[in-house]
C-alpha cells in the first residue's frame, strides 16, 4: 500500500523550495537526501531537512530545474515501501484548478539541489 508523504500543486514560488508537512511520520529528524523516482527510468535526489515536528523542506541548486517545466502539474511523494531505498512520486498535469488550485504543500522560496541520474548511476 502506497502512503502519501503530502501532495501540492507547483507553482512558481515552489521552484526555491518545497515546505510540506510529513503525513506519513516517515521522514527523519535529520537531514537526508531523498531517492526520488516516478518511472524508475529517471531518478533525482532531493535535499530534505526537518524544519521543526512533522514539518520538512526540500531545496537544492537544481530543484528549480525539476519544478520549473512541471508548473501547474500535482506532485504526489510516496513513502518507501517495504525493501526499497528510494521514494516514488506521481507528477499528474493539472488543467482545471485555478491558482495551483490549494495544493496541500506551505512554501516559501529559497534555492534547491536536485541531481537528476540514469538508473543504475
Known amino acids: 500500500m502506497e502512503v502519501i508523504i503530502n501532495e501540492v500543486v507547483l507553482e512558481a514560488r515552489h521552484v526555491q523550495r518545497w515546505k510540506f508537512h510529513d503525513r506519513s511520520r516517515t521522514l527523519p529528524g535529520v537531514p537526508i537526501v531523498l531517492t526520488v523516482t516516478e518511472d524508475e527510468n529517471q531518478w533525482w535526489r532531493f535535499e530534505c531537512r526537518q524544519i ?15 519544478v520549473g517545466p512541471r508548473i501547474d502539474a500535482r506532485l504526489t511523494l510516496y513513502a518507501q515501501q517495504d525493501g526499497e531505498n528510494f521514494h516514488r512520486m506521481k507528477v499528474t498535469v493539472v488543467k482545471s484548478e485555478v491558482n495551483g488550485g490549494g495544493g496541500k504543500g506551505v512554501s516559501d522560496g529559497m534555492p534547491a539541489d536536485v541531481e537528476k541520474r540514469s538508473k543504475g548511476g
Request: charged residues 20%; hydrophobic residues 35%.
Open 52 to 66: 521543526e515536528g512533522d514539518m520538512h523542506c526540500i531545496r537544492c541548486t537544481a530543484w528549480s530545474g525539476f
